[in-house]
């Protein structure tokens, strides 16, 4: 059987995670239509009968690193490749130009000797595009697929050409006592994270970059409900204000969105007491 590690790099809002979560048939990572959504590497385990893939999300490539969070994030992709790594994803979004950004994330993944694929993504949509550019990379790449991450299409494909790539092996990682899919993370930091995904949704320029959430609490009350406490961080009062929003607004809508989701991810009714605290330091601890 074959087994191995997959890591998934790009610039941000490729759609990594997109195809992490449909490739699991499962949702293991928040995604967002704003860039540097991903904030830490994230494993998740495939299987099927021709072996075990871990595959390794990793936060977009920014080009201009400017804040102190980018700062912290943007080294993570290249922390993840410089472990061993089987295969290489490198994913492009042909309805983007290939800019600066783009020769950026090129140059970190030209560096790394495994094999590599190139995989064309969002291939749903016509118009803008750009894949001439891209197709210009090719030559340098093991395998060029295009797909649709968000469509499913083609995924089969670059499944064969991944097991096809990976090295004969044993399963790195026994899943038997897992919660499937073997995330690497706690599951207070994923529900916490599918708060952070609905405050991405919800709130506007500079805001989602200045939140975090924190999963508090997880009671099971006694009817099989689940309590969930838990806390938005922000920086500043300013942004505590629009994240409240007038009247509650958009807290409320931030909350009924996250109950609805967290009630899916955990198939239980979901009780959901979610506060906006400000503090300044959140950032250290991503
Ligand atoms: N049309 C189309 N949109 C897609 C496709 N794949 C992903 N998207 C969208 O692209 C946006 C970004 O997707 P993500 O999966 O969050 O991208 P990412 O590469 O993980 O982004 P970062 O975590 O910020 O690096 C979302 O709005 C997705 O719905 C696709 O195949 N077609
Ligand atoms: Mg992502």
Redesign the pocket.
């Known amino acids: 059987m074959k087994s191995g590690i997959v890591c998934l790099v790009?610039?941000?809002?490729?759609?990594?995670?997109?195809?992490?979560?449909n490739i699991l048939g499962q949702k293991v990572?928040?995604?967002?239509?704003?860039?540097?959504?991903?904030?830490v590497n994230l494993e998740a385990v495939y299987e099927d009968d021709r072996g075990q893939i871990v595959f390794v999300?990793?936060?977009?490539i920014f080009g201009k690193v400017v804040d102190s969070l980018s700062k912290r994030i943007n080294p993570r992709a290249e922390q993840a490749l410089s472990r061993h790594v089987d295969v290489v994803i490198y994913?492009v979004?042909h309805?983007r130009e290939k800019d600066f950004e783009e020769n950026k994330a090129i140059g970190i993944v030209r560096k790394i000797k495994a094999p590599k694929i190139l995989v064309i993504?969002?291939?749903?949509?016509r118009t803008p595009t750009y894949i001439v550019q891209y197709k210009f990379l090719e030559e340098e790449f093991d395998r060029t697929i295009e797909?649709?991450?968000?469509?499913r299409?083609n995924l089969n494909t670059l499944l064969e050409a991944i097991f096809e790539l990976l090295p004969e092996g044993k399963p790195m990682v026994d899943t038997k006592d897992m919660v499937q899919p073997g995330l690497n993370i706690e599951s207070k930091t994923f529900l916490a994270e599918i708060i952070r995904e609905k405050a991405f949704l919800f709130l506007r320029r500079e805001v989602p970059y200045r939140v975090t959430a924190i999963v508090d609490e997880v009671v099971e009350r006694g009817s099989g409900a689940l309590y969930i406490k838990a806390r938005i961080l922000t920086t500043e009062d300013r942004y505590k204000a629009m994240i409240i929003g007038a009247g509650g607004v958009m807290i409320k809508e931030i909350s009924m969105a996250s109950r609805k989701e967290l009630e899916t991810a955990t198939s239980k009714k979901v009780f959901l007491d979610l506060t906006v605290e400000t503090n300044e330091h959140w950032m250290d601890f991503v």
């Open positions: 790009g610039r941000p809002n490729v759609g990594k995670s997109t195809l992490l979560n990572a928040i995604t967002s239509p704003k860039p540097q959504t991903t904030r999300d990793t936060p977009g994913m979004d309805t993504n969002k291939s749903d949509v797909i649709s991450a968000l469509h299409k």
